[in-house]
C-alpha cells in the first residue's frame, strides 16, 4: 500500500509489519524510523546489509525464527535493499513469522522495480517514497533550529545552509550541529564562520571526477574528492561510468594515433562531443596512450568486483584509484 510520509503514525505500525522506505532522502528516512519505530524498543534493533542477508541467507532466517519466540517488538532494518531482497521478503511472508517489523531502506526506485510494486500492491505492506525536502520545509527546520539554541543567524546565512543541504534534511542536521558545537560560548555566528564549518556549496557530479582524473588534473581531482560526501553506491557508479568513459577514450586514442589530428579526432567522433566537454577531452587524449587505456579498462573490470567484496572500504578503494591514475604518468 502506497502511503505518504506524514501518513505513517502509530496507526499504521499496530496494522502493518513491513515497510519500504525509498528516495534520496536519508535524513527525513532516518527521521521517521527514530520518531516511530525506535520508541517501541530501542534495545531490540538489528541492522542489516542487502547483501550481508543475501549471503548468509540460511543464518538469517534462524536469527529471526529463534529469537522471535523469546522477543517481543523486534525491529529489522535491512539497508540499501534492491529487487535482489524481495524473495527473502515472499518467504518471511509465508512463513507468517510475528513479534518483528520490517523497514527496507532503499535508494531511488523505478516504477519498474519488482519490490516496489510488491510494495505498493499489497495492503499488507507500506510503501513510502521520500522525496527531497522543499526549500521551504529546510527553512522552517532551519529557523527552529536556531530558535531552540538561542544562535542569532542572518536570513542570507540560513538561505546559505539550506543551499548546502542539496535537499535532504540529515545533512542539514549534520552542518547544523557542527554550528551547535562551534557556538556553545558565542550567541552569534558570522557568514565567515559558517564558510569554514559547513561543506563547501559546490557540488562536483561523478562524471567531472572522472573527467579530471582522465585530464591528469591532480588539484581538480582532489578538490572535489574532499568535497564530495561518496557513498558505498556512488562507488559502484563510478567505476561504471569511469569504464564507458574509459571505452570510449580508447576510441578516440586510436583514431587520434591514426589520424595525427586532434581536431580532426574531436570533431569526427559520434556522437558528437559537446563544445564545453571538448577541451578537457582533448588533455585526455593526449594525456593517455592506447596500450595505458586497454590496462586501465582491465583494472575498472577488476576493481568493481573488488568494491563488492569490500563495501565497507569501497570509498577508500574507488578514491585510491583515481587518485593513482591521475598522477601515474603515461
Same mark, same amino acid.
Given at each position: 500500500?502506497?502511503? =505518504?510520509?506524514?501518513? @505513517?503514525?502509530? #496507526?499504521? +505500525? !499496530?496494522? %502493518?509489519?513491513?515497510?519500504?522506505?525509498?528516495?534520496? $532522502?536519508? &535524513?527525513?528516512?532516518?527521521?521517521?524510523?527514530?520518531?516511530?519505530?525506535?520508541?517501541?524498543?530501542?534495545?531490540?534493533?538489528?541492522?542489516?546489509?542487502?547483501?550481508?542477508?543475501?549471503?548468509?541467507?540460511?543464518?538469517?532466517?534462524?536469527?529471526?525464527?529463534?529469537?522471535?519466540?523469546?522477543?517481543?517488538?523486534?525491529?529489522?532494518?535491512?539497508?540499501?535493499?534492491?529487487? =535482489?531482497?524481495?524473495? @527473502?521478503?515472499? #518467504?518471511? +511472508? !509465508?512463513? %507468517?513469522?510475528?513479534?518483528?517489523?520490517?523497514?527496507? $531502506?532503499? &535508494?531511488?526506485?523505478?516504477?519498474?522495480?519488482?519490490?516496489?510494486?510488491?510494495?505498493?500492491?499489497?495492503?499488507?505492506?507500506?510503501?513510502?517514497?521520500?522525496?527531497?525536502?522543499?526549500?521551504?520545509?529546510?527553512?522552517?527546520?532551519?529557523?527552529?533550529?536556531?530558535?531552540?539554541?538561542?544562535?542569532?543567524?542572518?536570513?542570507?546565512?540560513?538561505?546559505?545552509?539550506?543551499?548546502?543541504?542539496?535537499?535532504?534534511?540529515?545533512?542539514?542536521?549534520?552542518?547544523?550541529?557542527?554550528?551547535?558545537?562551534?557556538?556553545? $560560548?558565542?550567541?552569534?555566528?558570522?557568514?565567515?564562520?559558517?564558510?569554514?564549518l559547513t561543506n563547501l556549496i559546490e557540488n562536483y557530479s561523478i562524471s567531472e571526477l572522472?573527467?579530471?582524473?582522465?585530464?591528469?588534473?591532480?588539484?581538480?581531482?582532489?578538490?572535489?574528492?574532499?568535497?564530495?560526501?561518496?557513498?558505498?553506491?556512488?562507488?559502484?557508479?563510478?567505476?561504471?561510468?569511469f569504464l564507458n568513459k574509459a571505452k570510449k577514450l580508447l576510441i578516440l586514442r586510436i583514431?587520434?594515433?591514426?589520424?595525427?589530428?586532434?581536431?580532426?579526432?574531436?570533431?569526427?567522433?559520434?556522437?558528437?562531443?559537446?563544445?564545453k566537454d571538448k577541451e578537457i577531452t582533448k588533455q585526455q587524449v593526449t594525456n593517455w596512450?592506447?596500450?595505458?587505456?586497454?590496462?586501465?579498462?582491465?583494472?575498472?573490470?577488476?576493481?568493481?568486483?573488488?568494491?563488492?567484496?569490500?563495501?565497507?572500504?569501497?570509498?577508500?578503494?574507488?578514491?585510491?584509484?583515481?587518485?593513482?591514475?591521475?598522477?601515474?604518468?603515461?
Amino acid at each position: 500500500m502506497l502511503k =505518504k510520509a506524514f501518513e @505513517i503514525n502509530n #496507526e499504521s +505500525l !499496530k496494522a %502493518n509489519n513491513y515497510f519500504l522506505f525509498y528516495g534520496s $532522502n536519508e &535524513g527525513a528516512k532516518n527521521e521517521k524510523i527514530s520518531e516511530l519505530f525506535l520508541k517501541i524498543n530501542r534495545e531490540n534493533v538489528q541492522i542489516f546489509d542487502e547483501k550481508e542477508i543475501l549471503d548468509r541467507e540460511n543464518d538469517f532466517f534462524q536469527s529471526i525464527l529463534s529469537k522471535s519466540l523469546f522477543e517481543e517488538n523486534k525491529i529489522i532494518r535491512i539497508n540499501r535493499a534492491t529487487d =535482489k531482497v524481495l524473495k @527473502i521478503i515472499s #518467504e518471511i +511472508l !509465508k512463513r %507468517n513469522i510475528k513479534d518483528i517489523k520490517i523497514i527496507l $531502506n532503499s &535508494g531511488v526506485l523505478e516504477k519498474k522495480s519488482k519490490l516496489r510494486n510488491f510494495f505498493e500492491k499489497d495492503s499488507k505492506l507500506t510503501c513510502v517514497p521520500f522525496y527531497d525536502d522543499t526549500t521551504q520545509t529546510l527553512s522552517n527546520l532551519t529557523k527552529s533550529f536556531f530558535s531552540k539554541n538561542k544562535i542569532i543567524i542572518s536570513q542570507s546565512d540560513i538561505n546559505l545552509l539550506i543551499s548546502r543541504a542539496n535537499g535532504d534534511r540529515g545533512a542539514l542536521y549534520n552542518e547544523l550541529n557542527k554550528i551547535k558545537f562551534y557556538s556553545m $560560548n558565542k550567541k552569534k555566528i558570522s557568514t565567515s564562520v559558517i564558510l569554514k564549518l559547513t561543506n563547501l556549496i559546490e557540488n562536483y557530479s561523478i562524471s567531472e571526477l572522472i573527467d579530471n582524473c582522465l585530464a591528469k588534473n591532480m588539484k581538480k581531482t582532489l578538490k572535489i574528492l574532499n568535497e564530495n560526501n561518496f557513498n558505498s553506491e556512488d562507488c559502484i557508479i563510478i567505476s561504471r561510468m569511469f569504464l564507458n568513459k574509459a571505452k570510449k577514450l580508447l576510441i578516440l586514442r586510436i583514431n587520434y594515433e591514426k589520424n595525427n589530428s586532434l581536431e580532426l579526432t574531436i570533431n569526427n567522433f559520434k556522437p558528437p562531443i559537446f563544445w564545453k566537454d571538448k577541451e578537457i577531452t582533448k588533455q585526455q587524449v593526449t594525456n593517455w596512450k592506447s596500450a595505458h587505456i586497454k590496462e586501465l579498462i582491465y583494472q575498472l573490470n577488476k576493481i568493481e568486483l573488488y568494491i563488492k567484496k569490500n563495501i565497507n572500504n569501497s570509498v577508500n578503494i574507488i578514491s585510491d584509484f583515481i587518485l593513482e591514475n591521475t598522477v601515474k604518468n603515461n
